[in-house]
């Protein structure tokens, strides 16, 4: 599976999270590196995008390191964690200070809003059970398997759901279109089972993926 | 379901885990990272490092230990001690740390939590609390600098309002620390949790006093909390994760396993 030019690329966002993303990779024996060059990134195998904090102030590195125009155009397979799978979508309401909703990505046509727990305490902390779908990021995770949370906005459910969990309302765990896709838990974290789906990402290039969606279409 | 945590706590001096009794005399428990790595296989779900000689002693916790957990552990962990500023805090948070817990610094400058919630989200920002009962004034009062006795003093908070306080400077989650429970293993303070329980709106872990399994079924179902902290019963064997999570879950309590 893996040659000597495949390699994984975890984007610089400058993110608080970004060794502990690096550290499960490594943990799963996977090559890593840590960059935020342009060609490095366009000729990576797959792509990583994690990020903690608020959606503005990722947005905000992105467009400084003038790194929005290459994730876009990414054809490979790209993992967006917590934060980076929000920003895959087109907005978030997460405004911090702002007047204004910020504007994501726009590469998955949905947009996060709050969280509605239903007075549950927030954020939404710690481990929850996934309902996955077929999607191959989830191969071999069984149904309600435990992944570990953090965060107060969510992606509703809706055609781009790949897995989904329930706290107050139902959300998206995980969102996907074509090459990218997104997880709003951290699979770092999530001990086994996340390891699980790291090594899933790790089987995926972009042929996988294209072979993949034709059998979809058929 | 969004399950309870149990959480064993680490007190870290000297880069080694140790363990007093109500916060005094200190023996050592073992390495950190073994310790560590043994209780995320056993089941735990997350894990508290105290560096407790911190803040009283005005050091940092080392952060060297906090790269070597953080490769080795998968599993979310959080760090306490002696962080008073934002550069600390983002160390702590860029060495892999998935939380940072602030305690004393932010009682002697509550302002500490506005200012690392604006920089790193709320979801990261833990505080502490040492709680305890005064039987004088019949009230629950907060302590500060507990990590050295001699160092340790009164504050002017009533824990209730201390509670507000941070929630509305931002922080994402509160450990209640009842001290005269601590380290005596005669069950979590249920009467002081469940009113603390009552006027938190973020998750809030209880700590101190946890010496039975019963004690952990009592604190989820009587206090409600997201999530319960103990560190003797788990250094010494007293209770196995496995076999407390099998219990829990038997009594309808939502676990991970």
Redo the contacts between chains.
Sequence with gaps: MTTAQDTTVIIDTDC?????VR??F??IKANVTVTDNIDAIKAATRVVLPG???ARSAMLSLNNKALIDTITGLTQPVLGVCLGMQLLTTQSTERGSDTNDCQCLGIIDTAIGELDSQG??????????ITTTAHPLFSGIAPGS?V?F???YRAPISQYTIASS??GEPFSAAIAKDNFMGVQF?P?????I??QILKNFMKMTSNSLNLQRSEVAQ | ?????IVPCLDVREGKVVKGVQFRNHEIVGDIVPLAARY?VEGA??LVFYDITASAHDRVVDKSWV?RV???I???FCVAGGIKTIAQA?EK????A?KISINSPALSNPSLIDRLQDE?????IVIGIDSFYDADSNSYKVKQFTGDEAATKDTQWYTQDWVEEVQKRGC??IVLNVMNQDGVRQGYDIKQLSMVRAI?????IASGGAGTMEHFKRVFTEANV??ALAASVFHKGIIDIQALKRYLISNAIPM?V
Excluded at chain 1, 16 to 20: C, E, G, M, T
Excluded at chain 1, 120 to 129: D, I
Excluded at chain 2, 93 to 96: D, E, I, V
């Design positions: 608080a999270n970004l060794s502990s550290y499960a490594e943990r903690v904090g608020t549950l305490p927030l954020p939404h902390m710690g481990w929850n059970q435990y570990y953090v965060h107060s329930q706290y951290h770092e974290k999530s001990a086994a996340g390891a | 379901m969004l399950a309870k945590r995320a779900d997350e790269s953080a490769e080795q998968d599993i979310p983002r948070l860029a060495f892999g998935d790193f989200g709320r979801q990261c994402g989650e938190c709106d973020v998750p809030l997201d999530a991970r």
